[in-house]
C-alpha cells in the first residue's frame, strides 16, 4: 500500500509541474500574441491574420488559467505551482521575444535565468525538507 501511495503522489506532483509549466507557457503566448495584436509596431497587415492572432490571444489566457486552476488544486502547496508558472512564463517570453521581436537581453538578464530556476528549486525543495522535518516531529 506504501508503494501505491508513493507513486500516485508522484503522479500528482508531476501533473502539478505539467500544468503549472503550460499556464506559464501559455501566458507567455497571449502575451506574444498581444503584443501582436495590439501593438502598432508588429500590426499584421492582413485582417485574417489579426483575427488569428486575435483568437490565439483569447485561447491561450484561458489556457493559462485552465492549466494554472489544475495545477494549483492538484499540487501540494501553492507556491510551487505559482513559482514554476512564473518562471515558465519569464523564461519564454524572455526568449521569444529575443527570437521573434529582435528584443535585445543584457548578459545580466540571461545570467538571470538560470538564478531564478535555481531560486524556484531552492525554495520548492525547502518546503519538502520542512514538511519532511514536521512528520518525522509528529512520530
Known amino acids: 500500500i506504501s508503494s501505491t ?7 500528482f506532483v ?3 509541474f505539467i500544468y503549472a509549466s503550460l499556464a506559464g507557457v501559455s501566458a507567455s503566448l497571449s502575451s506574444i500574441s498581444g503584443k501582436l495584436v495590439f501593438s502598432e509596431d508588429f500590426r499584421p497587415v492582413n485582417q485574417f491574420l ?9 485561447l491561450a489566457y484561458i489556457s493559462m488559467w485552465y492549466c ?3 495545477a494549483l488544486s492538484i499540487s501540494s502547496n501553492t507556491v510551487t505551482a505559482l513559482l514554476v508558472n512564473t518562471s515558465c512564463n519569464f523564461i519564454v517570453t524572455g526568449i521569444a521575444g529575443s527570437i521573434l521581436f529582435n528584443e535585445i537581453h ?3 538578464w540571461w545570467s538571470g535565468l538560470p538564478l ?4 524556484c528549486s531552492l ?9 519532511g522535518e514536521a512528520k518525522t516531529k509528529s512520530e
Not at 531564478?116 to 531560486?119: E, S
Open 50 to 58: 489579426v483575427a488569428g492572432c486575435l483568437l490565439s490571444f483569447v
Open 106 to 108: 543584457s548578459l545580466l
Open 14 to 16: 508531476v501533473m502539478s
Open 68 to 70: 494554472h486552476t489544475k
Open 116 to 119: 531564478i530556476l535555481l531560486g
Open 5 to 11: 501511495k508513493s507513486i500516485y503522489c508522484l503522479f
Open 123 to 131: 525554495i520548492m525543495s525547502d518546503g519538502k525538507n520542512r514538511a
